[in-house]
């Protein structure tokens, strides 16, 4: 075992190649250069002033520049694999095969890294001197990122190197094994949304990052927000990799034979694997964005196109792997086939609901968490106004026993949904709301609610899917309304005080909004926050959506995290919230007396009758909209989605207190 | 000493060398000959270790030769088509052998490049096919190895920087006691240089030994009669060939010289005498009785 981690780095021999490799590297690096300090130098001599955004888009550029340079040292490098007398000559050389390939791959990553890191060096020292508040652990852990996945961009390169005779096949084919990840997951993804009902991808960048070394370089340097899965652990994955793969190419290059050198192919079996599969794939995904395009569903006139221009695609690469069309009749076999094959996956898949992804619901025992993104028309539980206030995180994990079971019981009401409106002849789920063509009520089509629920499973799995749905068939999730994420989400100034710096506005207003009191001095915020939440989170699903008690105030609250970043929120009181009445008292509030109203408003109130009138969804709407209802169906009187749940009157002045 | 201990070596299910038995002495200067095709690269390349023996053994004093560094260090092979890096001159060329060969010979080198007018800042692509051959032998002799495989390498030579190699490396044997194994198929370069000759044909090394041994082992006779005979007459002495003009009869045959003229002389021949034999000859004639090109 020691003996196969063996190596000798010919000293020598580096120097050697670096050296005569100097003029690439003297390219690249003054190409480089050009992009990033010489590029920031020229927008300033433009602007008058630095500009921090010029500065990563130099930092951008320069990687490229260095993927590219990536893609063309191995064939600067390692060009004797290709010509059976260098390859002779190398290998009667006096090294060690495996110290060779090892001292030549040193060097290759020595040409590509040399240029990139004094750019990098020259361009960010530039940016130091003229930026302020520079974050210098960024910018190395950026740095860190790039040398530490170069290896791994390297290594299919140089796999498909050992595996083809020509620098045009092993081009071609390290292009290939770099974008097959790309297009095996966007086949998947169009698969599932061509045609798997409630299709989504727990986390859309997961795959990648582990599959696609490219992607995951940028992903890693520039997405400096991600921080699940740790990056850090990402780039030591993709270092693994990188050194992993050097082995097994190392295997290769052992038993690379100088008689098949200038062949198209050195290993019998690397172009039909490869090019088999990456039909398949191609096949995939072309079925599926033809049938997504065509908006017919699963109809086999719509994948013939798809399926001849894979054949064309694949008799290229027959063609070109051949060097001919002697082996015509058998690419044309292997390719109905791969045809075969893939057009019977993708019927049955369709078929069958993707082999039972569409009616799978995990079973609450086996489920650990539950993130759920749902945006309804009304703002129920969750007003999307908000989501764009970065000073307040939102709450979107459920782990209570109690939530999780009306999360999957929410979600088998949606499923059950679709089953009664037969889902299947319906022709595209994602256009629900732009395709008029499905059974449903025009107008409470219009009412949708997007509902998006992951599933964290207690075996580590995820469980991702998203619909866009009727808001009748989601309305089970009202049910969260006790829930301390939705009181998080609602009031996100009330569940985290301790973020809040100041606050712009603190006044109480009467139910109508006509007279108010400041509140600022004279009652203490964060004993305002604790009481408010706990007066919610005592009160019961049944008690929050069937309120008996008439709003006696509302909070008109303004809070701000820093100076730019503010939310308001208008916040219901009524007899139920004992704490939050007796704080008001003890700090020597009285509730603001409605005054006389020149004018009859329309608001809504719960219809005692129904019991599903939430009521307490119409009181987070009032306030905050200026007492205006935005809703036209009480002046037009039609039928609307939420006439079941509640009645809109005008409202009569005993009504109020 | 090289030494090749029943040595098989096979391409594609192909087989090209059939359990080779062959030895090299020290000092020797081997020529290494056959039809295309019979294995002689192959050969050369097992002993310089770019390729690995599917069966048997590969020593040079005693020491394998396949991926191992101290050995290789002592061997140098320059393959028929020489092997220079891209866009390089003779010394970055130099620079480069210099790295895996520490007996490098800068003296040598210099010597040899007053010999051979090779401009050494020059691109070597843009040399003829001649000066890219001197290219490479001027490098191969200037490592000063212990033992040289040369394939090939003096075709495309002038005659005059054949004979100036020629006289190199006959000197370098006598002062290094270096041992140096050429293939070719110009039996008559080998024969001025070559002290022993090995023929491979079908796989097997078919004859081996020192060129006089060889030269002395074969017979051309020319044998006059009277009266018309046929060639079939000669068919006891197991003829190599047998030349018929008139009737005079030119005839090859291996064996002791004067046995074979006494056999002659029982046929009752009025002209009987031996002719000079050279080494190519004595090659096609060897290759003929194999059945090779005989058809032509």
Redo the contacts between chains.
Sequence with gaps: MAKLFSFNI?G??LR?LIK?NARFMILTGIAMTVLFPILAFTNYLIDGSYNEFVFTTGRVFILILLVLSIFIVPFLMF??LN?K??L??Y???????R?LYFTTLLASLAIILIPYTIVYVIGNVYYFSVISNVDAVLLFKQYYFAVALTLSILMPILFAMMNTGTGVDGLLYGLLLHIIPSILYGAYVTFGNAVLLGFSVADPSLFLLYASPIWSIFELTFNTSRIFPNPILISVYWIAFGLITSWIVLYYYQIR???KAEEPFTNRWFFPVISSFFTFIVQFFLYSAFITLSGRGLDFRTLIFPFFLTFVMYLILDVIANRGFKHLVRGIINFAIIGALSLGTFTFGTLFDGFGYITRVPNANNVEKIELDYNDPYGFLFSSYYYDQPSFSIQKIYSSEEDIATIIKAHKAILDGFKENDYKKWDGYSDLVSTPRTPLDATMYKQSSSVRIVYHLKSGAKIARYYTVPFGWASDLLDLVDSENVFKNRYPMLGNPDAVVRNTIFDIFDPLMSNSISLSGKVNFKLFAAAYKSDYLSLNEQQHNYPETPILGIINLTSCTSTEMCLSRAIPIDARYVQTLSLLASSGVSLPVLTTLDYVPIVVLPDATNEKSPFFHIQSLLGYTDFYIPYSYSETKEVNPISERVDYIEIPENRLV | MIQLTSVSKSFENKLVLDHIDWTVKKGSVFGLVGPNGAGKSTLLRIISGVIKADTGQVTVDGEFVYDQPLVKKRILFLADEPFFLHQSTLKEMKEFYKIFYPSFDEEMYAKLLNNFPIPENEKINTFSKGMKRQTGLILALSVNPDVLLLDESFDGLDPVMRLTLKRFISREILNRNMTVVISSHNLRELEDICDQIALIDNRKVVMSGEVDTIKGDFHKIQVGFAHDVKEDIFAFLNPLHVDKMGNVFVVVAKGEVEKLIEEIRSLEPVLVNELPLNLEEIFVYEMEGRGYGKTV
């Design positions: 010919n020598a021999y050697f005569r060009s004797y010509s007398k260098n002779d000559v290998h009667a050389l006096p090294i060690r095969r110290d034979r100088s008689e």
